[in-house]
């Protein structure tokens, strides 16, 4: 499997007027081509931080401390920008988590898409494209402006700006989070039969643990800026090894009896002033041990994932299958 | 699609009383300036036409001046050239300023700085005194005029656009646009240029009012139009010589700078109003 997104030991921090605020903590990833990959945490994660990196769109007050990513076999940190910009036009497509936000208000639905594809395509390719995008009006729709649309219906569009040059990347931030539940899976399913289709690599990065497993073959859970699980989505949902991704398992809904309560994780996520020394989620976890506060867990394998605890197998053994954890 | 633009306009006005006087005000005041050598109001410059500092007649409906030129027809010729060298320096303003503050809100660091800062500098110098420097080099006129005028009205510009394109900017249709691989100049043009052009639009009627102001206070000063040519501030310094035995010809142009600025500022209220979408919603 050749990857079509390579990140090493990637560094980001924030500058902020507080002093500098590390965001990411030493990525170490490959997405391979054709590969659907989800990406959970909570907010301030890094996850997103990790989305745009890929696209090198980071906030000006962002600064790589450490590491590269190559896209394609192309260095998105280091390259001039003209090389920057083909790459983007070329290999990647985004959709964004609001849908209204990422059309432009004062322009017509048709030209946003026009300009997003290859040359200067006529009106019946836009056409098609909005077809392309599950949208049944492409007419009415090429002539509105993004406030007559639906949620749904923006989506769609935006989906179909990011489909428009055929990328081999697509990375969705929370696409669903800003649009109305009955329609959300409707929108994934496009979006996974949008990459079936470009035969492109999907990333989504998503707060939804059980949407993720269900559809991606393979999950990363992400905690202060680390990869802290990562592996085929069943076996990281069916036996979760590190104790975060067992409490996001617990604290998401779906899966309680009526009237049993929600195990919320306690505490809030760090802010990382550092590049930690210890374990990040030590602080809210339970199986904290003073080594935790001490050494940073390294990643190794345990079962069938990666994981980046000191206590993995102790955690995993003691609490029997992850079937008792989801249940 | 004309019937569908007059149909707005003329919701736009049924709202807005105000802005629709400052409207006519300003439309009646630019036909004058415009057309006014086309009316049969005499020659501007001819000397002795009447009596010296002669009062308001039906001959002389403005009265004369101290050569005995009629003074309505000066008068107009003044709206004129205010409102002709006052448009020519906002048009640059807004062109430039434009340009200037998106480039600073977009392209933040080094570009911003520079940009911000040479802004400063200029809403720091006094314009007045900036005047007698660009009478001074380039000899007083109407070119001086322009320069004195955009260099004055270009700083507020610069930071009004800026802070507008810093807003927009963060929104997520402008990473949209730099994912599909535009260029920076066309993100800039195509998608920040539309979106930041309300607040230009309210920002340049500020700006050609405070620009009459100055070109008014400069030819008041004698550093911009030169005689024979006449504009509302020139027609005021002469006045103001006479202000105890001819008092009119002070009141005319004086009367007319004010209507003039008030009506633009009126149309620039209506205009910020019906872009505002609070506009209407009260917060109690």
């Given at each position: 499997m050749t990857a079509a997104v390579d990140i090493r030991d990637f560094v980001v921090a924030y500058e902020t007027g507080g002093g500098a605020v590390f965001a990411l903590d030493g990525i170490d990833l490959a997405i391979g081509a054709g590969e659907t990959l989800g990406i959970v945490g909570e907010s301030g994660s890094g996850k997103s931080t990790l989305g745009m990196a890929i696209g090198r769109l980071l906030a000006p007050n962002a600064r790589i401390d450490a590491g590269d990513i190559l896209v394609a076999g192309c260095s998105v940190t280091t390259s001039d920008d003209e090389t920057v910009r083909r790459l983007r036009r070329e290999r990647l497509g985004f959709v964004f988590q609001n849908p209204m936000s990422a059309l432009d208000p004062t322009m017509r639905i048709g030209r946003q898409v026009a300009l997003a594809m290859e040359g200067t395509p006529d009106t019946a390719a836009v056409e098609r494209l909005l077809v392309r995008a599950g949208l049944d009006e492409p007419g009415r729709v090429a002539r509105s402006?993004?406030?007559?649309?639906s949620g749904g219906m923006a989506q769609r569009v935006v989906i179909a700006l990011a489909i428009a040059r055929n990328p081999q990347i697509l990375i969705a931030d929370e696409p669903t989070a800003s649009l109305d539940a009955s329609i959300r899976d409707r929108i994934l399913d496009l979006l996974f039969a949008m990459r079936a289709e470009t035969g492109a690599s999907l990333v989504i990065l998503s707060h939804d643990l059980r949407m993720i497993v269900h559809r991606c073959e393979r999950v990363i859970v992400m905690y202060g800026g680390r990869i802290v699980e990562m592996g085929e989505s069943q076996a990281v949902f069916g036996s979760p090894a590190h104790p975060y991704t067992r409490a996001l398992i617990r604290a998401a809904a779906g899966n309680e009896a009526p009237g049993e309560q929600l195990d919320p994780i306690p505490g809030v996520p760090p802010v990382l002033r550092a590049p930690s020394a210890d374990c990040a989620f030590a602080p809210r976890c339970a199986h904290a041990a003073e080594r935790c506060r001490r050494e940073r867990p390294a990643e190794r394998a345990v079962g069938g994932s990666r994981v980046a605890c000191h206590f993995a197998e102790e955690i995993m053994a003691a609490s029997g299958t992850a079937r008792e954890v989801a249940e | 699609m004309i019937a569908l633009a007059s149909a707005r306009l003329g919701r736009f006005f049924r709202r807005d009383s105000l802005g629709l006087l400052g409207a006519v005000l300003l439309l009646v005041l630019l036909i004058l300036g415009i057309f006014g050598d086309l009316l049969p109001l005499g020659d501007p410059n001819a000397i002795g036409a009447g009596p010296r500092l002669g009062a308001p007649s039906l001959a002389f409906p403005l009265g004369t001046d101290d050569l005995g030129r009629s003074y309505l027809p000066r008068v107009v010729e003044g709206i004129g050239v205010t409102f002709l060298l006052s448009a020519i320096a906002v048009i640059i303003t807004a062109v430039i300023g434009t340009l200037l503050g998106m480039a600073a809100g977009y392209l933040h660091g080094a570009t911003d700085h520079l940009i911000a800062r040479i802004a400063d500098i200029l809403f720091a110098f006094p314009a007045l005194l900036f005047g007698l420097l660009a009478a001074a080099v380039i000899g007083p006129g109407s070119i001086a005029a322009i320069v004195v005028i955009s260099t004055a009205t270009i700083p507020l510009f610069i930071r009004v656009v800026r802070s507008v394109t810093l807003s927009v900017a963060e929104r997520e249709f402008v990473v949209a646009a730099v994912v599909s691989g535009a260029s920076t100049w066309r993100v800039m043009l195509v998608h920040l240029l539309p979106n930041i052009l309300g607040a230009a639009i309210i920002q340049l009627t500020y700006a050609l009012s405070v620009s009459m102001i100055i070109e008014s206070a400069l030819s008041f000063l004698g550093l911009g139009v030169q005689p024979p040519a006449a504009s509302l501030g020139s027609l005021l310094r002469l006045g103001s010589v006479y202000l105890t035995i001819a008092p009119w010809l002070v009141l005319a142009p004086g009367l007319v700078l004010a209507a003039a600025i008030m009506s633009i500022n009126l149309l620039g209220d209506a205009i910020r109003d019906a872009l505002d979408p609070l506009r209407g919603r009260s917060l109690k």
């Open positions: 402006f993004p406030h007559e649309l | -």
